[in-house]
């Protein structure tokens, strides 16, 4: 366990490696994340800073509270200057401080790739004091010898992660980031981490979850190294659990579900939510046991996708509406196939009152994202019948066979 290695004034500063500190900070205003996906535990903006021969920042922070992260740093150099600052993402919530950083330290060499200074030129107007790297290359600088890796496309063209040999430290970007601040502690060693396994695997379906080719080759370009501690821009310093964290990673980023089913739908009135509660009761007389139920009107998209991302099968249905599909199912697909979620199973069925056109469309919906159609779709008029109840049951139980 590391304790606090600099306190001054309001700011404690944790070392987490040989000469390297946290000085990141921690978000609990912010609703949403990109203005879009729920916050209840909050999320921590993860900056890093290495005092060597020479000074060495990892990564800005939102430039809301710029104000604290400055100061941090600041206490941390104490009265040194700034030498680098390494961006590995130029997310806005990485790179905000920067115009800040660059006028409080106007001599810090900015390093990046060319398309991270393209960005670092449109968001900030920097186009001076840059030192661009390719990939696999080096900067000594003095104990520790940082290395850098373009991973372009997890999630943004220009990301990088840097690994410093010395210490066998990678700066990962946002990979291996989660949603929820650090309440406390900074290494997972030193917190109970329950709720931050299903935040990451919210925040990958979130955020990443379109990029799983590219996120496979940046694990492959990063297997031969040796690495002890991985320091993301979101969530924990991770350290005796990093192979749980690349294992989740690799599983995400093929697609790999567990078993169990995801029964997404909307209902206005009552009707199509009996189907999905005897295609519910069904999987679970036939065995399964990982069934989870979603109301897509209450049920807010970041948790469906966690959990279309978690597990194999996946059966959604819902009314017509104005002859087309429910609008809050037709918004969720348009999600799902922005991810390009592959390799899963699909059951669907629906509900009208007098023209049917929400069953044809689900249809279509498996067809253009070629999920492997389970069962026979249902589709029921008005109430639900015993003829169309027994056909839920037949497709909760034709799902149950094939997982």
């Known amino acids: 366990m590391t304790g606090p290695d600099i306190a001054k004034e309001e700011h404690v500063i944790m070392k987490i490696g040989n000469d390297i500190y946290y000085v990141g900070v921690n978000d609990r205003q912010k609703a949403l994340f990109e203005n879009m996906w729920p916050l209840p535990y909050g999320v921590s903006y993860n900056s890093y800073l290495i005092i060597d021969e020479k000074t060495v920042l990892v990564d800005t922070v939102d430039v809301c509270y710029s104000d604290i992260f400055l100061k941090k740093i600041e206490d941390a150099l104490a009265g040194r200057t700034l030498d680098y600052l390494i961006v590995n993402h130029m997310e806005p919530d990485h790179s905000g401080s920067i115009r800040l950083l660059r006028q409080l330290y106007p001599d810090v060499q900015i390093i990046g790739n060319k398309r991270t200074f393209d960005m670092l030129e449109g968001f ?12 696999g290359e080096t900067l000594n600088i003095g104990h520790h010898q940082l290395s850098f890796y373009l991973a372009p496309m997890v999630h943004w063209p220009e990301v990088m992660v840097t690994y410093d040999a010395t210490d066998k430290i990678l700066f990962s970007a946002d990979a291996f980031g989660t949603y929820g601040t650090l309440d406390g502690a900074v290494l997972d060693v030193d917190m109970n981490l329950d709720h931050y396994w299903d935040e990451m695997r919210r925040y990958y379906a979130n955020i990443v979850g379109k990029y799983g080719n590219p996120v496979q080759k940046a694990l492959q370009k990063l297997s031969g190294l040796e690495i002890k501690t991985i320091c993301s821009t979101h969530g924990p310093v991770w350290t005796k659990y990093i192979p749980d964290v690349i294992k989740i990673y690799d599983q995400l980023s093929r697609y790999e579900g567990q078993d ?19 295609i519910a009761s069904s999987l679970a007389e036939h065995g399964v046991k990982n069934i ?11 948790y469906i996708l966690k959990d279309i991302f978690k597990y194999k099968a996946v059966i959604i ?15 969720l697909l348009q999600k799902i196939e922005v991810r390009e979620v592959k390799n899963r199973l699909f059951g669907y069925f629906g509900s009208f009152s007098w023209a049917g056109a929400a069953v044809k469309r689900l249809a279509a919906f498996g067809e253009k994202i070629n999920w492997e159609v389970v069962g026979v779709p249902v589709e029921q008029k008005q109430g639900l019948k015993p003829d169309k109840y027994e056909a839920c049951w037949e497709l909760g139980k034709a799902m149950a066979e094939r997982i």
């Open 292 to 302: 989870v139920m979603h109301n897509v009107s209450k049920s807010h998209a970041s």
């Open 124 to 135: 900030h107007g920097i186009h001076t004091g840059l030192l661009e790297v390719k990939d």
């Open 260 to 278: 169990g089913v995801v029964i997404v739908y909307g209902s206005m009135y009552g009707n199509t939510e009996q189907m999905a509660e005897a």
């Open 317 to 331: 249905g819902c009314p017509t509406y104005s002859n087309q599909l429910y609008p809050e199912i037709d918004s």
